[in-house]
């Protein structure tokens, strides 16, 4: 599983002096190299060539419209993952650019994940099961 639980770790908003948080999820930098942002490159590819093919196959009529409901579903879904990876991105972004350039000990780094960027990482993987879906 890609996100992990670490109960003795502090949120933002308990060292902020907030609401405590009972756990805070956290993901591997390489984790996030390795499946998160190619599963998003698959995801984004159905996108662009497979949903469109299917929408070229019908002019007109329900599945017509189905898939172009379909499209716009996830390009939103994408559009808002991305917003929130970036931000976990930039946030970590010397952390990562190690891992990118292949430094073993950064890559095993756990991130800390607020709650928009777990959100995005379980939203992706459950577009990426349904992107797979489609292509079968």
Same mark, same amino acid.
């Given at each position: 599983?890609?996100?992990? %639980?670490?109960?003795?770790? *502090? ?8 609401? +405590?948080? $009972?756990? !805070?999820?956290?993901?591997? =930098?390489?984790? *996030?190299?390795? !499946?998160?942002? +190619?599963?998003?490159? %698959?995801?984004?590819?159905?996108? !662009? @060539? ?5 929408? $070229? ?11 172009? =409901? ?7 879904? %994408? ?9 976990? $991105? ?18 095993? @780094? ?15 993987? @459950?577009?990426?099961?349904?992107? !797979?879906?489609?292509?079968?």
């Amino acid at each position: 599983m890609i996100l992990s %639980v670490n109960q003795q770790s *502090l949120s933002e908003t308990e060292r902020a002096g907030c609401a +405590p948080s $009972m756990s !805070q999820q956290q993901i591997r =930098a390489r984790e *996030l190299r390795d !499946q998160i942002v +190619p599963k998003l490159k %698959v995801v984004e590819t159905v996108v !662009q @060539t497979l949903i469109n093919d299917r929408m $070229m196959q019908y002019k007109q009529g329900h599945e017509r419209k189905r898939f172009e =409901a379909l499209k716009s579903e996830f390009e939103l879904e %994408v559009m808002m993952i991305r917003m929130n990876l970036k931000h976990l $991105m930039k946030r970590e972004a010397l952390l990562l650019e190690r891992t990118w350039n292949g430094d073993d000990a950064a890559a095993e @780094t756990l991130l800390a994940l607020d709650e928009l960027e777990a959100n995005a990482i379980e939203r992706l993987q @459950t577009l990426y099961r349904r992107a !797979q879906a489609l292509n079968a």
